[in-house]
């Protein structure tokens, strides 16, 4: 049967574009958009195995549609020079690859692949449509199947008309009904104003076309109504701007798009041209110095643990880069399924079973376990714990390509492996979701399959290794890398394999108490609201507050009253319900969420909670717990502090001793600003919000009332967030204009705070990215935008990452030193979390004493700033005392 492939050109270039960082050859052609879309090319080629095939370009900006809306993608972003320069690129690389392109004046390219799918179809023809644009979705068929790109250009997702009918209960015509009523701010069709998705798709549902709900617009209620009366004209003008066009005077002949292959040698030349090493080394032919001349598809594949254990014991001295695989998120609870090694000339692979259990496996059990033997390897992090809870060690990683991607730029949403390789440009690798399925699909596949996978992600790692580092030397970031990061991921892996005890019957005995206190919150509801209800129920408590209790209505949803915690805030001053309701949302949260969830994180083989940082999720620099996440128990208010009362020290006569950064971020503004006043606040030790206060309303130490410090406090931090004068005025309940004057205030007061905003935005600006004292880059693209709301962000951002980020290098600093110091003086105590500013020990009775002295020794001196750091430290029977 003929196949036929057709690719939405400018949409898949402009999807490379972006998805990959900047790339260009020796004569200085960018070229990440080509190479971006050449690899997609390939793979679609090798998997699909079309006899067909027609990449579709649009022809300048005006369009048929223009003529009956003039403001069609009027507000398209101009097309980047850097992107523009590449679609010649692009035609002659079809055209050296023997793929068909078609373009035409006044028509899309959505079009032009309208007609031809229909054609195809009325042949009888399979056929696939590559696009990142879901307009595309009407277009699926028995015999048409949309694949839209994910991640870039790294995934994909296919709809036919069944994937279509799940996901959002429409035909995949219907698609051009959805986009008439909530329109496309992309292409700048208006839809409907005020009808969203959500709301077009009730419509749909129950009415099945625009013209069916405008015919029925009567039977709509409030506001609905009004904009669909009011809006019908936009509503059909928008149903055609989105309806492809599928008689497009296309002068190609189905058979004109025949594909028999492409010639080696031309494919060869083009490829030098522009300089895609990877993609030669696809064609056997990697050149003198394109790096390692093994292709990806064809791996010296050594199975070790079937024939080649002799062999790999004697090739161990060679390996430079390891590929453990571990399955699941979860690293304590993972299962570690087997292990790749490649040494550059050949990989070896082998079961995880053979390597935990085998004597043959000896040889490199002891070679993973040596500090001495250095290893590339993606996510050692992970990897360490889970072979931890097998009795095995990692040691010795040179470069963690994880980390490394991580630390190139923290932004990026793919950092798997097959993604890493992509957008540095070190060729191709299947995805674990493409190998293994996703969700309820995922399945290990046989041996072979499996070994083959393991080997190319080896391999991967090998080739991603040096050009990373080389990268991150040029950014400046290679001891960030080499001295924070990895030095950490070994010390957090002791810390989670270490765990912290709970004491199981009191963490159950304090649910119980918290249950008999919502029994008596919700008996107390129910009689001031004269009834029972579901409290849980937005909809009935809202009928309560505003129907029967006649409290304001702040503001209205779609389904009804808000009841959120903005509207419940507002309301608390007129009815003593409101607190009750609010009290009761606290306590059921810390019921459900964290006495019954750490209940069942209790590991039963240790009676201790592991958690698991995550090194690679924030953008700041920050770390993330999870498997539970412990940095978020709330502590302000009496009953969520008493959880951490549970939390006690696994040794008998031991205490929890904790120890917390003071003001920090201050700290930090204070180094990076060079303020003089907020310099002399922190190195004379004075309280820095009464010192704010003194100085923003120009009075005494002992004029400064409460009131005064409240407000420079709330300025202090806001500060360090970008805070706006809404933020401020919603956080000490000021109207805006007070809130835009305190910060007036504040600025004029301290000017080298002033300055260092309005420089760093303007460094953003220019140079793309902000940097924290330890150089770690946090890229800005938005800084740019012309959306308002975008650009604001990206100001705000990079106004507070070199000072949160800062904070975050710190205490990680700190963490890392503090591991080094426990070991170097043979001491017992233990490192058992980081939250936030602060890090939590077990301490022995006897190394009490030096522990108090040593852990804000270390915090205090992790880094020379302008100004001292300060860290508080406590200790007692449990956590909850140590604070």
Avoid: C
């Amino acid at each position: 049967m003929n196949k036929i492939v057709l690719i939405d050109g400018n949409s898949i270039a402009n999807r490379a574009f972006y998805a990959l960082p900047p790339l260009s050859n020796s004569a200085g052609m960018q070229t990440n958009a080509v190479y971006g879309f050449t690899t997609m090319l390939l793979r679609l080629l090798e998997e699909e195995q079309p006899t067909h095939f027609l990449v579709a370009f649009d022809a300048g900006k005006a369009t048929f549609r223009h003529q009956d809306y003039k403001e069609y993608k009027g507000h398209r972003m101009k097309t980047p020079p850097e992107l523009s320069e590449q679609f010649p690129l692009l035609r002659e690389l079809l055209d050296g690859l023997s793929i068909s392109r078609f373009e035409l004046e006044g028509y899309e390219a959505d079009d032009i692949i309208g007609t031809i799918s229909r054609l195809a179809e009325s042949q009888k023809w399979q056929v696939l449509i590559v696009t990142g644009d879901k307009d595309m979705l009407q277009l699926a068929s028995n015999q048409v199947t949309i694949a839209l790109t994910r991640k870039g250009i790294s995934e994909m997702e296919r709809y036919g008309p069944a994937e279509i009918q799940e996901k959002y209960g429409l035909a995949p015509k219907q698609i051009i009904d959805l986009k008439g009523l909530m329109g496309d701010a992309s292409d700048n069709i208006p839809g409907i104003p005020g009808v969203g998705e959500k709301t077009a798709l009730k419509l749909l549902h129950e009415y099945g076309s625009v013209e069916e709900v405008l015919t029925h617009a009567d039977s709509l209620k409030g506001k609905l109504k009004e904009r669909v009366t009011e809006h019908a004209e936009d509503a059909r003008m928008s149903k055609d701007l989105a309806t492809i066009f599928r008689e497009v005077p296309v002068e190609l002949k189905l058979e004109d798009m025949s594909y028999g292959g492409y010639d080696q040698g031309a494919a060869r030349e083009l490829f030098r041209k522009l300089e895609f090493k990877s993609l030669l080394e696809r064609l056997g032919d990697a050149g003198d110095d394109a790096g390692s001349p093994q292709e990806v598809e064809s791996l010296q594949l050594v199975r070790a643990d079937v024939e080649g254990s002799e062999q790999l014991e004697s090739a161990l001295e060679r390996v430079q880069a390891v590929h453990l695989e571990v399955i699941g998120e979860n690293p304590h609870e993972a299962e570690v399924i087997g292990i790749a090694l490649d040494t550059g000339d050949a990989v070896y692979t082998a079961a995880f079973d053979w390597l935990k259990q085998s004597e043959q496996a000896a040889s490199l059990r002891q070679w993973l376990a040596d500090a001495e033997k250095p290893k590339h390897i993606y996510d050692s992090h992970k990897a360490i714990v889970a072979l931890h809870w097998h009795g095995l060690s990692l040691e010795g990683v040179a470069v963690d390509v994880l980390l490394a991607g991580y630390l190139l730029d923290p932004t990026q949403g793919d950092d798997t492996l097959s993604g890493l390789s992509q957008r540095y440009g070190t060729g191709w690798l299947a995805s674990d979701e493409e190998v293994f399925g996703k969700g309820a699909k995922f399945k290990v596949p046989d041996e072979a399959i499996t070994a083959n996978h393991l080997a190319r992600k080896a391999r991967a790692v090998l080739k991603l290794a040096p050009v990373l580092k080389e990268k991150l030397e040029a950014d400046g970031m290679r001891s960030l890398l080499e001295d924070v990061e990895m030095p950490l991921t070994r010390t957090l892996s002791r810390m989670e394999t270490t765990g912290f005890k709970v004491d199981k019957a009191g963490l159950v005995a304090y649910g119980q108490e918290l249950t008999a206190q919502l029994d008596t919150i919700v008996k107390d509801i129910y009689a001031q609201a004269g009834e029972e209800f579901n409290l849980n129920s937005p909809k009935q408590l809202g009928e309560i507050l505003f129907e029967k209790l006649g409290l304001p209505v702040v503001k209205k949803t779609k389904t009804g009253y808000s009841t959120d915690a903005e509207v419940l805030d507002k309301l608390a001053p007129h009815h003593e319900i409101v607190s009750q309701i609010v009290h009761y949302r606290q306590l059921a949260k810390l019921q459900s969420t964290y006495i019954e969830g750490l209940v069942k994180e209790i590991r039963e083989k240790t009676g201790k909670i592991h958690t698991y940082y995550r090194q690679t999720i924030a953008a700041t620099g920050r770390l993330s717990s999870q498997f539970p996440n412990l940095q978020n128990i709330p502590i302000r208010m009496e009953e969520g502090r008493k959880i951490r009362k549970v939390f006690v020290p696994s040794e008998p006569g031991w205490q929890v001793l904790a120890a917390d950064y003071s003001q920090i971020e201050l700290r930090v503004l204070a180094h990076i600003s060079g303020d003089p006043r907020l310099k002399e606040a922190f190195i004379h030790d004075m309280d820095i919000h009464t010192k704010t206060a003194m100085d923003v309303f120009g009075v005494h130490a002992d004029e400064v009332d409460a009131n005064m410090r409240r407000q420079a406090k709330a300025v202090n931090f806001g500060i360090v967030y970008g805070i706006s004068d809404y933020g401020l005025s919603q956080n000490l309940n000021i109207t805006r204009k007070e809130a835009a004057q305190f910060i007036e205030q504040y600025f004029a007061v301290f000017e080298g705070v002033k300055q260092f905003m309005t420089d760093i935005v303007k460094q953003a600006r220019k140079d793309g990215y902000v940097s924290t004292l330890l150089h770690r880059r946090r890229y800005l693209p938005e800084i740019k935008a012309s959306n308002f709301n975008q650009r604001s962000f990206a100001e705000r951002t990079a106004m507070n990452t070199p000072i949160q980020g800062t904070a975050a290098d710190i205490i990680k600093l700190a963490m890392v030193q503090m591991e080094e110091k426990l070991r170097e003086e043979g001491l017992r105590s233990r490192m058992l979390l980081q939250v936030h500013d602060e890090l939590v020990f077990e301490v022995p009775e006897e190394e009490l004493g030096i522990m108090k002295q040593l852990v804000p020794q270390v915090m205090e001196q992790a880094i020379e700033l302008d100004v001292p750091l300060k860290a508080d430290v406590s200790y007692g029977q449990n956590w909850y005392e140590a604070k």
